[in-house]
């Protein structure tokens, strides 16, 4: 055996097969007993003939979110090597991340590469686009909430939290204390603009410095609660037309540096990050002010995250 770190894997399909063990490990790993409350499995076609030949199978099972279910399995104990073999093996349907096991144990878990597919209790948290300033019909957020619920309504939810104006340090403040009666699967961060922009009262503060924190707290926050974070990337500006703005300065440099920090540290701790930038990217008219998108702006930001 490898002398490389132990990883908690939870496994509760085809991984726990003792050919498909041998063929990616080249042996039967040690395993223990294990379930996840808060999810169910759907079946899926897989098409990879290499996964098929290790399985058997040409159909495997995915998690969804179910209130009040259980999905029994197995923890498998793996090194550094096995785990990544293991993640040779699952197909692009596949994303792994962090989940807390009914025992109250934090394992690895590959859930559906389409963080909203599987949701069913949703929270969004974020600034004024989040919000859905300037436009009437409420914004992207209010167009998901609406073919969410539609879906199932009544096991689906959306609870959009947003405020205008909030930072992502701001947020994680706050949020810890608002998702306890929503009980959420899904804790959607839409990581706005404001964390980028310079304040004109103080041009030498970096604002940036503390998104690390906040994503940290935030992530913290949502593991707290079996919830999925997945992070929004800042939308596309117009930086002719913003100016200055309410005491603020937004320029594309500073908003693509934010986007970059979001996607590295999404990357670095396998987390969902989406990025919100090219649905607007050279569409001045999809914005209001060079900000705020207009309705048909969070049209193109809705199908974009829904598609």
Request: proline share 7%.
């Amino acid at each position: 055996m490898s002398d490389s770190r132990p990883h908690h894997l939870f496994s509760f399909g085809t991984l726990r097969d003792p050919k498909v063990q041998k063929t990616l490990f080249g042996h039967e790993v040690p395993s223990s007993p294990a379930s996840l409350a808060g999810h169910t499995t759907r079946t899926l076609k897989i098409t990879d003939p290499d996964v098929i030949a290790a399985s058997g199978l040409d159909v495997h099972l995915i998690l969804e979110r179910k209130l009040g279910s259980v999905v029994e399995g197995a923890v498998l104990h793996l090194t550094d090597e096995e785990l990544a073999a293991a993640d040779d093996y699952e197909v692009d349907d596949y994303a792994r991340r962090r989940v807390v096991l009914a025992s109250g144990e934090s394992a690895w878990a590959y859930l559906d590469a389409k963080p909203l597919r599987p949701a069913a209790r949703i929270v969004i948290v974020g600034d004024s686009i989040a919000y859905g300033r300037c436009d009437p019909e409420g914004g992207w957020a209010a167009r998901l909430a609406a073919s969410h619920i539609a879906e199932n309504e009544s096991a689906n939810r959306l609870f959009n939290l947003a405020i205008p104006g909030t930072t992502l340090v701001a947020v994680s403040e706050q949020t810890p204390a608002l998702l306890p009666p929503r009980l959420p699967d899904t804790l959607l961060l839409a990581a706005g603009i404001n964390d980028s922009a310079v304040p004109l009262a103080t041009p030498d503060t970096d604002g940036l410095s503390d998104i690390l924190h906040g994503l940290d707290a935030l992530s913290t926050t949502a593991h707290a609660h079996n919830a999925r974070l997945v992070v929004l990337g800042p939308i596309w500006l117009d930086e002719e037309r913003t100016g200055d703005y309410e005491g603020l300065r937004f320029t594309l440099d500073r908003a693509l540096t934010l986007r970059e920090t979001l996607r590295t540290w999404c990357t670095d701790h396998h987390v969902d990050f989406v990025d919100m930038w090219e649905p607007l990217r050279d569409r001045p008219d999809l914005l209001v002010d060079g900000i705020h998108p207009t309705p048909e702006g969070h049209q193109a930001l809705y199908e974009h995250l829904a598609g």
